[in-house]
């Protein structure tokens, strides 16, 4: 992935459109005491990614991460194959939603009104479905009537919309970016550029692939999508056990 400093693409009413390519990071270490760290299958699928783009052409004009090490991790992996020479930007918005934060705020009030999830929360460093479970309905719960400002889904989206919008801030001008993230910070994205109802966005994150690309234009201002959820990196060997989820 080279760097070329390629200025942005200019349609018919002369706004200038940067596209904004947001890549998930790599199989993270999923059930370890350390999740924040890229498997050896997670930095395979960064590699992966790294090599189609250099055999495709593709190059960027900028890139940016999340603060997350596996953020760090699957943007390093993709460069050592494409040999990125911009600078990486840390951009804070783009840090994944702080699930256990949100699992002990929540548990008294989700336990309470389905206590069938004992088990699973029990469970949900071991079974990927049922972390899958208790996660999404934590962040469903509503613990009071007058939380909707304040809930922790809220301000992660909010964080996110503001990162979103810098990073399209500090590219105006360019082709084409890089943004490293996780799934969570992606389907806020991919709900802002649609406008989708939140458990629409909320759904569409579990189904974001472990270096998967997404697309998104912009003109500094708002945002359309171009792509969702590609693969095609993973799938030149024909091999399924490299599209992972979790």
């Not at 079974?127 to 301000?155: K, L």
Request: aromatic letters at 6%; hydrophobic letters at 40%.
């Amino acid at each position: 992935m080279t760097v070329g400093l390629t200025r942005a693409i200019t349609t018919d009413n002369g706004n200038s459109m940067t596209e904004i390519y947001l890549i998930r990071h790599g199989q993270a270490s999923f059930g370890a005491a350390d999740y924040d760290r890229l498997s050896a299958l997670g930095h395979r699928q960064a590699g992966l990614l790294g090599n189609y783009w250099r055999r495709v052409g593709v190059s960027f004009d900028a890139v940016f991460a999340g603060p997350l090490r596996r953020h760090r991790q699957t943007a390093q992996g993709v460069s050592e194959a494409v040999a990125i020479t911009a600078p990486l930007e840390i951009v804070e918005g783009f840090a994944e939603i702080d699930v256990e934060a949100l699992l002990a705020e929540r548990l008294s009030a989700l336990l309470a009104a389905e206590p069938d999830l004992a088990d699973a929360y029990a469970r949900r460093h071991t079974d990927p479905q049922d972390y899958r479970r208790v996660v999404s309905r934590a962040m469903q719960i509503r613990v009071g009537e007058d939380e909707s400002a304040t809930h922790p889904v809220t301000g992660f989206s909010r964080r996110v919309r503001d990162g979103l919008r810098q990073v399209a801030t500090r590219a105006g001008g360019l082709r084409r970016v890089a943004v490293f993230t996780s799934g969570g910070p992606i389907a806020v994205s991919i709900q802002e550029a649609l406008s989708l109802e939140p458990t629409v966005a909320m759904s569409l994150g579990w189904q974001i692939y472990n270096t998967s690309v997404s697309v998104l234009e912009t003109n500094g201002e708002t945002f359309s999508m171009r792509s969702f959820n590609a693969t095609g990196h993973l799938e030149i060997d024909a091999d399924p056990t490299l599209k992972t989820l979790f």
